[in-house]
């Protein structure tokens, strides 16, 4: 069952936050500039504090999207932050993916937790095929809590239903853009990467719990 009325209601409280953007620009130098990896997490420990973990990757996904105008970053730096996992190269290859180009597909909240999903579950050996069936079976059960929660993984729909009330379509044209910066837009949209990178990481955490999804 999608609850569209509360995320409604979250869109609308993030385009009236007042975002700490220095704040936010320098938490991403350091990373820029340490990487990701320099110390892994303690996956224990965030599991006993799963509820504080949580609630800390939904805000840095939507911190990243709106500093980097991007749902696809957004989703995919919280997580690769929280978890330890990949390098800017990764993060450079999603400019294309926030609405899986901008053509009306994917959400990138979706494509960005898909990617953090692959990092954590996935191998670096490509026949390692039980690596590839980790992550399958992560990634349905991601798309499937995504749907419940929104009602759709598709940037037109979930913007007509639960963001704006219409596809905005900012890449269409200045007006289009202009309108979408008038709706306040890279701020209601951080809401599908924060709530992407929630699901992803609960199920990191949950998949941990017991060796694997």
Request: glycine content about 12%.
């Amino acid at each position: 069952m999608s609850k569209p009325g509360f995320w409604q209601e979250h869109a609308t409280r993030l385009a009236e936050r007042q975002w700490d953007t220095e704040g936010i620009r320098a938490r991403l130098n350091t990373l820029r500039q340490n990487g990701f990896a320099v110390q892994r997490p303690d996956l224990e420990a965030m599991q006993n504090n799963r509820a504080e973990v949580l609630d800390r990757v939904q805000l840095r996904g939507e911190e990243y999207e709106y500093l980097t105008h991007s749902c696809a970053k957004g989703s995919a730096l919280a997580l690769m932050e929280a978890f330890g996992l990949g390098n800017w190269e990764i993060v450079r290859s999603m400019s294309p993916f926030p609405g899986f180009g901008m053509t009306g597909g994917i959400c990138g909240g979706v494509t960005g937790g898909l990617i953090a999903l692959g990092l954590f579950f996935g191998s670096d050996d490509p026949e390692d095929f039980r690596g590839t069936e980790r992550t399958m079976t992560a990634a349905r059960t991601f798309i499937a809590l995504f749907k419940e929660e929104l009602g759709s993984i598709m940037c037109p729909d979930l913007h007509e239903d639960v963001v704006f009330g219409k596809y905005m379509d900012p890449r269409a044209g200045r007006e289009n853009f202009a309108e979408f910066q008038e709706a306040r837009g890279f701020e209601k949209c951080a809401m599908p990467p924060g709530v992407g990178a929630r699901l992803a990481a609960d199920i990191i955490l949950a998949g941990n719990d017991r060796g694997g999804p």
